[in-house]
């Protein structure tokens, strides 16, 4: 990675010309002229957390990248009360097809927080992008300048009708609204992007690591390794289906020996998370560990460790967990749910699964096989090169971005 000037001696931040050995230089080149013709622009993000979950993952690279390619771009986190985020928590449930009673409290502390976020945020920037539920009604209190993107990373295929229609009511103020796949669309006179997410494979979470580094972090978190790991790294969240995990584990085990990992943080704008992780640790066993620590490196070497990786979602708008662990060559196996449909061709870089009998079938087939890391680890390691590294993710923002321009 090249220097830019002032950076510190000791540090560099990724740069687009990083990914040539991945993606060649003609891909670079492009997104670098892309890039450079929309460089006198001031990009702002807002979104609802520093860590915990996609978004906040995903931000914390594009800025950087989308900065080092002379794009100027800000990330703004919104501040909230408990009480707000166990509101747009139930949002978040309810547009993923869960259940909310959406009272006139709610609103009115929903609309407050956003209210008084705004006083705070001066968004007079060039184009404002706006992530999930949480800061949506943002919108309201500016006098627009310049286009505003709705973008919404959740699984929308069945939202709450009522929920739906309140959230509109904030969404057809936006210029565009960005959704990961086509099948998420819904009826809105804003117009409609798709852009699937995507991964820095330079980050803690994705770079390479040694035998020696994965076996440390393993051993600093007391996870034993004398038998295959099975492992989900996820949000302590209903949708991601960690009892599901456990009963397909547990079936598991009464034909291979093998151990469960279960890891998660809790987000501060998860609320729920807590409570999730508290009722799973109930049912804790010697083979089974449930750890909830915000630690990237972990991620990353249980990844590269696990004889399979479950990310055994019942919804899931696009599973950056999926892709992570496809990158270091991995078995995952992926609920046939949303985005995880696009990410895994069911049988040749990973597996689909519909109930806790199949996962737990894969997972038998994963741990007697451990050749299939090779076969169709090398495959799921090829489909994350050419579809979902940041450069695509980056070139679909930029090539966005300039549709706006007069
Ligand atoms: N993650 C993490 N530690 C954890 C759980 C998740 O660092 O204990 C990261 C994970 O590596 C991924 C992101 O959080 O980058 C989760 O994104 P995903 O799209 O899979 O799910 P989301 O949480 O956004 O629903």
Redesign the pocket.
């Known amino acids: 990675m090249e220097k830019r000037s002032g950076e510190p001696a000791n540090l560099s931040l990724p740069r687009v010309e990083a990914y040539e050995p991945l993606v060649g230089c003609e891909t670079t080149d492009r997104i670098l002229d892309k890039a450079h013709k929309l460089s006198d622009l001031h990009v702002i993000n807002v979104n609802s957390t520093h ?7 995903i931000l914390s690279s594009l800025t950087l990248l989308l900065n080092q390619a002379g794009i100027r771009t800000g990330w703004r986190v919104l501040q909230g009360r408990p009480d707000f985020f166990s509101i747009t928590k139930k949002m978040h449930n309810a547009l993923q097809g869960g259940e909310i009673n959406l009272s006139e409290l709610k609103r009115d502390i929903y609309e407050e927080v956003v209210y008084e976020n705004a006083a705070r945020m001066h968004l007079d920037h060039d184009l404002v992008i706006v992530h999930d539920p949480q800061p949506l009604p943002l919108i309201r209190h500016f006098r627009k300048k310049a286009p505003w993107v709705w973008r919404c ?1 959740v699984d929308l295929s069945r939202p709450d009708p009522e929920l739906w229609s309140y959230l509109s009511s904030f969404i057809e103020h936006y210029d565009a609204v960005v959704l990961s796949l086509p099948e998420y669309a819904q009826k809105l006179t804003a117009p409609q992007r798709f852009i699937m ?1 995507a ?1 820095n494979p330079f980050s803690s ?1 994705n770079k390479d690591l040694a035998d020696d580094e994965i076996d440390e972090r393993l051993n600093h978190y007391d996870i034993p390794t004398d038998l295959p790991l099975v492992v989900q ?3 302590f ?1 209903k ?2 289906d960690p009892q599901g995990v456990i009963d397909a584990f547990r079936i598991a085990r009464k034909e291979v020996d093998a151990t469960l990992v279960l ?3 809790v ?1 501060t704008d998860d609320p729920e998370g807590q409570e999730i992780f508290g009722s799973l640790c109930k049912c804790g066993e010697e083979r089974i560990r449930i750890l909830s ?4 490196a972990l ?1 990353n070497a249980l990844q590269r460790r696990a004889a399979v990786v479950l ?1 055994k979602s019942i919804r ?7 892709t ?1 662990a496809m990158w270091k060559g991995a078995v995952v196996i992926g609920g046939n749910v949303g985005g995880i449909r696009h990410q895994i061709e069911d049988g040749v870089n990973g597996f689909l699964v519909d109930s806790i009998e199949s996962a737990a079938e894969r997972i038998i087939h994963a741990v007697k096989k451990p050749g299939l890391r090779e076969t169709m680890g090398s495959k799921a390691r090829e489909t994350v090169r050419s579809r979902f590294l940041m450069t695509r993710l980056m070139e679909d923002w930029l090539d966005l971005i300039a549709s706006f321009e007069p």
């Open positions: 860590y915990g979950g996609g978004v906040a993952e990373h997410p991964i979470t790294i996820s949000r969240d949708w991601k890891v998660g943080n987000a620590v915000q630690d990237s991620v990310q899931e708008g696009f599973g950056l967990t999926v992570e």
